[in-house]
């Protein structure tokens, strides 16, 4: 699985973004999709995460009420709405898969594939 993100960029305290995370293969329903992000001079952190069939999400307390995680399995991507978007959550964001879903924070060891990272910087 080869997982491609895009929409990051620089955004005003207070506004959106929404992230994009296309994947290649035939089995992207197969796998648990989830967002990580890694600030400067921080370990990269769990953000996100959805099920294969979208029916189960699960969100780190920061984010919660600004951010939705969704999927599209017909066109094998996976998305990040990120509203109310606030300075601290400026960093580099990473989509990853995970064979098995955990209803829970991901850690880096239940990551199968990683995607190359998006930058969203938030200004005051």
């Known amino acids: 699985v080869q997982l491609q993100a895009s929409g990051g960029g620089l955004v005003q305290a207070g506004g959106c973004l929404r992230l994009s995370c296309a994947a290649s293969g035939r089995t992207f329903s197969r796998y648990g999709m989830g967002w990580f992000r890694q600030a400067p001079g921080k370990e990269r952190e769990f953000v996100a995460a959805?099920?294969?069939?979208?029916?189960?999400?699960y969100y780190v307390d920061g984010v919660k009420g600004r951010f939705t995680i969704s999927r599209d399995n017909a066109k094998n991507t996976v998305y990040l709405q990120m509203n109310s978007l606030k300075p601290e959550d400026t960093a580099v964001y990473y989509c990853?898969?995970?064979?098995?879903?955990?209803?829970?924070?991901?850690?880096?060891?239940?990551?199968?594939?990683w995607g190359k990272g998006t930058q969203v910087t938030v200004s005051s």
């Open positions: 959805i099920s294969g069939s979208g029916g189960s999400t």
């Open positions: 990853a898969a995970a064979r098995v879903w955990h209803a829970t924070i991901w850690s880096r060891r239940d990551i199968d594939y």
